[in-house]
């Protein structure tokens, strides 16, 4: 099967607004098996509505809508997409009492105008809404499918993963199972290079490389009549992967994420972590005390952006900022060793750089940041040149902060030597 999206709202079109359903809906529907070939983003006017969908009707097998399914004249997604089908409109008492329930728990009575909401295309199934109040609904007709999900992504997501994907799940006779493979450390052409004769050709399992700030992901997946065939065909192409990067893979866990990697290695090693942040004024912290039961490792966190703070608060000498400056491989260990003395920290992770958009230089160019990580007293210090805006620039210093301190870990407590691919 091939799906098409159409995404309603004028607010989208002006940029008001993040399409993130954009990338969920892609994401979930790769993971199913469905190819989607166009995406359309489409203002709140019926003729344009109904333009768009008659030609993703024709072309396609699935038809996903987000959007235009509230309770206001402009909100015209539903009965486009029921006068397009030829299907009457008539009012699903379940729909209109889960609607009334939702402004009754909030003490409010329901006005007027949400009874449009309740209103459904003759047939379909409807979906009912657990977190707001525009139902979703399914309209089968000609073997094709239109499928309709209100624009909130707090609606949006649940439903589909709760209703829609169990349904398009049933419509098929065989199962789709995919396998997260997750690497930092290494670049993506590096990893595009190693396995082009496994995406090239391997059919099922499919295996797709995904660029991440930071990292690499790659999808394995499978299609057969049950998930246990599916898991049996996935599991060498998995294996294959780990001979290939070993050590740049952190986790073959689709929950797990870098920080909780990073997380779990120091855990396990029963080390102590302290963070020391310049231009990331925080960020690294944020993602580690992301991660529940940080508590057990974190120590003390410090953000010390300016001159003064790195000399008040680690000891850095005056001079040496002003030989060096504070973008610096000097300074960056100096703010390690400060951090490690005051905290007796087992790791200490440092980061100091220039963000912009102003203040570079010939030497010390916008995008120039030291990133440093001490493990127990054995210090390394890495240069990068991020390129982006300010906050670009700030993203890809956090991520690569976590990567830096899984790799110090790992070599530290280990023969393992990491090459310089994620560079």
Do not use: W
């Given at each position: 099967m091939n799906a098409e999206f159409i995404f309603v709202g004028t607010e989208i079109l002006l940029g008001n607004i993040l399409n993130t359903n954009?990338?969920?809906?892609?994401?979930?529907?790769?993971?199913?098996?469905?190819?989607?070939?166009?995406?359309?983003?489409?203002?709140?006017?019926?003729?344009?509505?109904?333009?768009?969908?008659?030609?993703a009707w024709d072309r396609s097998d699935i038809v996903i809508f987000s959007g235009g399914l509230g309770?206001?004249?402009?909100?015209?997604?539903?009965?486009?997409?029921?006068?397009?089908?030829?299907?009457?409109?008539?009012?699903?008492?379940?729909?209109?009492?889960?609607?009334?329930?939702?402004?009754?728990?909030?003490?409010?009575?329901?006005?007027?105008?949400?009874?449009?909401?309740?209103?459904?295309?003759?047939?379909?199934?409807?979906?009912?809404?657990?977190?707001?109040?525009?139902?979703?609904?399914?309209?089968?007709?000609?073997?094709?499918?239109?499928?309709?999900?209100?624009?909130?992504?707090?609606?949006?997501?649940p439903m589909f993963e709760n209703?829609?994907?169990?349904?398009?799940?049933?419509?098929s006779d065989t199962v789709i199972v995919s396998k997260m493979v997750k690497m930092c450390g290494i670049g993506e052409s590096a990893v595009d290079a190693r396995i082009r004769d496994l995406t090239e050709e391997s059919s099922n399992p499919t295996v797709a490389p995904y660029a991440k700030t930071g990292e690499v992901h790659v999808r394995v997946t499978a299609k057969a009549p049950t998930e246990k065939e599916a898991s049996k065909l996935i599991k060498p192409v998995v294996r294959e992967l780990k001979n290939r990067f070993g050590p740049y893979i952190y986790t073959t866990e689709e929950d797990v994420t870098l920080e909780k990697a990073c997380v779990d290695l120091l855990i396990s090693n029963h080390l102590t972590v302290s963070t020391v942040?310049?231009?990331?004024?925080?960020?690294?912290?944020?993602?580690?005390?992301?991660?529940?039961?940080?508590?057990?490792?974190?120590?003390?966190?410090?953000?010390?952006?300016?001159?003064?703070?790195?000399?008040?608060?680690?000891?850095?000498?005056?001079?040496?900022?002003?030989?060096?400056?504070?973008?610096?491989?000097?300074?960056?260990?100096?703010?390690?060793?400060?951090?490690?003395f005051i905290n007796k920290a087992d790791v200490v992770l440092a980061v100091t750089g220039l963000a912009g958009p102003d203040g570079g230089t010939e030497e010390i160019p916008v995008g120039t940041v030291f990133i440093g990580c001490s493990v127990k007293g054995k210090i390394t210090v890495e240069k990068y040149n991020f390129s982006g805006n300010r906050s670009k620039i700030r993203e890809n210093a956090v991520a690569y902060s976590l990567v830096l301190l899984r790799r110090c870990v790992l070599e530290y407590f280990s023969e393992v030597t990491f090459g310089s691919e994620g560079q």
């Open positions: 954009a990338q969920f809906l892609s994401e979930q529907c790769a993971a199913l098996g469905i190819s989607c070939y166009y995406q359309t983003v489409v203002g709140d006017n019926k003729d344009r509505i109904t333009k768009t969908f008659l030609q309770p206001t004249e402009d909100d015209l997604t539903k009965e486009t997409v029921a006068e397009a089908l030829d299907l009457p409109m008539v009012m699903d008492k379940k729909a209109m009492d889960s609607i009334r329930e939702f402004f009754a728990r909030r003490g409010l009575e329901m006005p007027p105008i949400n009874e449009k909401q309740a209103y459904v295309p003759q047939g379909s199934k409807v979906l009912y809404n657990a977190n707001g109040t525009a139902p979703g609904i399914i309209c089968e007709k000609d073997g094709k499918m239109a499928i309709l999900l209100p624009g909130p992504g707090n609606e949006l997501m209703d829609v994907r169990p349904y398009l799940s049933s419509k942040e310049s231009c990331t004024g925080g960020l690294v912290a944020g993602r580690l005390i992301n991660v529940p039961g940080v508590s057990e490792v974190l120590k003390l966190c410090y953000v010390t952006y300016s001159n003064k703070a790195k000399r008040k608060m680690l000891g850095i000498k005056k001079a040496i900022l002003e030989k060096h400056t504070a973008v610096s491989r000097q300074v960056c260990e100096d703010m390690l060793k400060g951090a490690a």
